[in-house]
């Protein structure tokens, strides 16, 4: 089924403890794409950049499945730009520059052919985009929202609003808490769901995800990896593997969900292997698989 | 098959954001017995406590398979007391009082009928008496020891030392971290298996636990709770539940190391619904049997 996503297209200037890369493709609706891109190839991609974004990186994002008719390309401008700087636990990083460029006025409108998606996610962006694009939607299947605590501490009131839209939010732990209140994520995800979400995921990094629906708990593991080089885009991997496993099954019951859960787990566990979309671009079927295995074998107990 | 368990028989005075309890029974080597007396009933216990100990409490350990011919009594000294108060997130706590007590003087000679025991539970306690015991041991099997970074700090050679004798080392995260150096769990698998132990548990709390061995690893779920009444004695009841499922079943395989893991698991969920051992004591084999089936349907997927 048709997959919409939603997000940045962007460069990235980023240092981990094992290198730095500079002026990198970044961006949520990316790493959302290109890990999608392994499960679909009719997936519409709303973004937009500046003239300096590099043409062959969209030819090989079209090269995927993946239509750029809804990249707004504005001339004389530049493309979103952030640059970090991470810890020496990976889990901690510093922002060192934002730089908004065309991203300040983004204001999308969706080509026609891209309004029956079923599929949606919505990668981190402000609440009232991510909304807008949502208005543009005939009728929608499934709509994925992926925020953070920016802004629930700037833009609360909008941000409550995007959620009760949604079918799946997904956010970490510490987010979890504060929108909720909650400490406990079991309390915290009963008052997310009062909020709107019928499925509610959260993601604990290196201590894998847990997905929430109706009372049923799934708990997803991460692969334990001997080394990080990058986990930027790793939320965003998994957004990306998560719908796109969805949107190529039709299929949103809760096992399916799982099972989606576990495919997001993987597209992240490759992505944090290479600096930017380094890994996400060179996978095959087989890599997949076999690492689909791992997580299975990770897991498995008969008691 | 024969198990021992050394550990501390104390007080505790704990106050979480959900209650206070005065001088309630504690101590590693209780919870730890109170959690395999639910798998095995031939528990060696080895400790010490004051003339203050309830009597009641030692037949209450009798009665479920404990021998306590190796709980010194020490006439006109207290026990061991440890007052401690959790913070909100339960995963911090601040300690108001240790009273060493009877602990000061504690050289454990383990009667004539403990020394054949075959499966050994070293509770948290100095390494130099962790090594004392294992001298007296005719014919171990399996020798389990958990420790604390407290003696990573101030006793770091003892800690090694003890650490090189031993099959299965069980610490948390930071521990790990601390103890070899490396931030990645891979990583520092790797180095402590090279001090000596050739199973390593790291438990992450909240986020379950992981079990390396020759190169596999095995991640094991917490179950997600609305509430945690006292953490205090989660990790001893893993512990317990760990080593009693292995001698209970006399098997060391990896196999069955991981479902033991999952015992542990279980045990510790229980413990921290009450007090004290308030539910380690009132547990029942079909509590067991359905929370096993709870950590089953938490991880299970098709894919």
Redesign the interface.
């Known amino acids: 089924m048709s997959l919409l996503t939603v997000g940045t297209v962007a460069f990235d200037t980023i240092e981990t403890p094992y290198g730095r890369a500079e002026r990198v493709v970044g961006g949520a609706c990316t790493y959302i794409s290109w890990a999608a891109s392994y499960f679909t190839n009719d997936i519409n991609l709303v973004s937009i950049v500046g003239d300096d974004f590099p043409q062959d990186e969209i030819m090989a994002l079209n090269s995927r499945g993946v239509n750029t008719e809804g990249l707004e390309i504005v001339e004389g401008k530049k493309s979103f730009f952030w640059e970090g700087k991470y810890h020496?636990?990976?889990n901690q990083r510093d922002t060192i520059t934002t730089d908004l460029n065309v991203l300040a006025d983004f204001d999308p409108v969706l080509p026609a052919s891209y309004k029956d998606s079923r599929y949606i996610m919505l990668g981190n962006l402000t609440p009232e985009i991510q909304s807008k694009v949502m208005d543009q939607l005939d009728d929608p299947k499934l709509i994925v929202m992926d925020t953070m605590n920016f802004w629930m501490d700037v833009a609360l009131e909008p941000l409550k609003q995007a959620i009760a839209r949604v079918d799946v939010l997904t956010i970490n732990d510490e987010e979890a808490r504060q929108l909720s209140g909650e400490?406990?994520?079991?309390?915290a995800a009963d008052k997310i769901h009062d909020m709107g979400p019928r499925f509610l995921i959260i993601k604990?990094g290196?201590?894998?995800a847990?997905l929430f629906h109706e009372g049923n708990?799934?708990?997803?593991?991460a692969l334990?990896?001997?080394?990080?080089n990058d986990p930027t885009g790793a939320g965003d991997s998994f957004a990306g593997g998560f719908i796109g496993h969805l949107a190529s099954t039709d299929d949103v019951s809760f096992?399916n969900m799982?099972?989606a859960?576990?495919?997001g787990s993987v597209a992240a566990s490759f992505c944090v292997e290479e600096f930017s979309i380094g890994r996400l671009k060179s996978l095959t079927k087989n890599d997949i698989e076999r690492r689909?295995e791992a997580f299975?074998s990770?897991?498995?107990?008969?008691?």
Chains 1, 2 share one sequence.
């Open positions: 020496e636990n990976m400490y406990s994520l079991v309390n604990k290196e201590h894998g847990l708990i799934f708990s997803a593991p334990p990896l001997a080394r990080v096992e799982k099972r859960v576990i495919q689909v299975k990770l897991v498995a107990f008969d008691l």
